[in-house]
């Protein structure tokens, strides 16, 4: 089983609403990325945090997506005002310092966007 | 352009079967290079990884890196269906800031 926790597993949402999904990366892990993987499988980077702190981020996630890893709390990613086009799921993995070098990720089991 | 290249797009073996999936790297910058699988419903799990030019062997499964030429592959002996799921090549600079950059998969598909 996985041991980054993410959740919902699955959230429907209008255009214009708000969707904020949630993830706990395993423990003692302190990098944490963000991907979206579309319809076709294709994966997308949209951000990544070391210790709470923004690492390097894609130009959409500056836009309509916020995101954040506060210590001692989930981190989170929100969509200010979803789009058809984000329908996707939302994969969170973690990394440490023994593997982030080697690109090593383990991923959470997502969670399923849908935008009506 | 895909950075990571995978084919072919499905495969079906049949039980027992060996599976053969390949990848192809545009990147010249990627040094490390990850098989991970994913099953319906889940998020990809790593396979197995492979730094080095050569065969790396786990259980079933062995991977093959030729740095020359970028061109990584997986074949999976005595496929199960449990084997049956999508997987990814995916590769990765020095640099763990980066992430990883995925290929498009290879569905396998295992039939009795």
């Known amino acids: 089983n996985s041991k980054v926790i993410q959740t919902p597993r699955y959230l429907v949402k209008g255009q214009g609403q708000k969707a904020k999904m949630r993830c706990i990366p395993e423990?003692?892990?302190?990098?944490v990325f963000w991907y979206q993987q579309n319809k076709n499988n294709e994966f997308k980077f949209l951000i990544n945090f070391q210790n709470q702190e923004v690492l390097q981020q894609i130009d959409m996630t500056e836009k309509r997506f916020s995101a954040e890893c506060p210590s001692n709390s989930p981190c989170s990613l929100e969509i200010q005002s979803s789009e058809a086009g984000d329908s996707a799921l939302y994969l969170c993995a973690s990394s440490h310092p023994g593997t982030a070098n080697t690109g090593q990720l383990y991923f959470g089991e997502g969670s399923k966007l849908t935008v009506l | 352009q895909q950075k990571v290249q995978q084919s072919p797009e499905s495969l079906s073996v049949p039980e027992g079967g060996m599976a053969s999936l390949n990848c192809t790297s545009s990147?010249?910058?990627?040094?490390y290079f990850w098989w991970y699988r994913q099953h319906s419903g889940e998020g990809p799990k790593a396979l197995m990884?492979?730094?080095?030019?050569g065969d790396k062997k786990e259980g079933r499964f062995t991977a093959h890196l030729n740095k020359a030429s970028l061109h990584v592959s997986l074949h999976i002996r005595d496929s199960q269906p449990s084997d049956s799921a999508l997987y990814f090549c995916a590769a990765s600079e020095h640099d763990y800031a980066q992430g990883l950059t995925f290929g498009l998969g290879t569905r396998v598909s295992v039939f009795p």
């Open positions: 990884s492979i730094f080095s030019d």
């Open positions: 990147d010249r910058n990627f040094q």
């Open positions: 423990k003692g892990h302190p990098v």
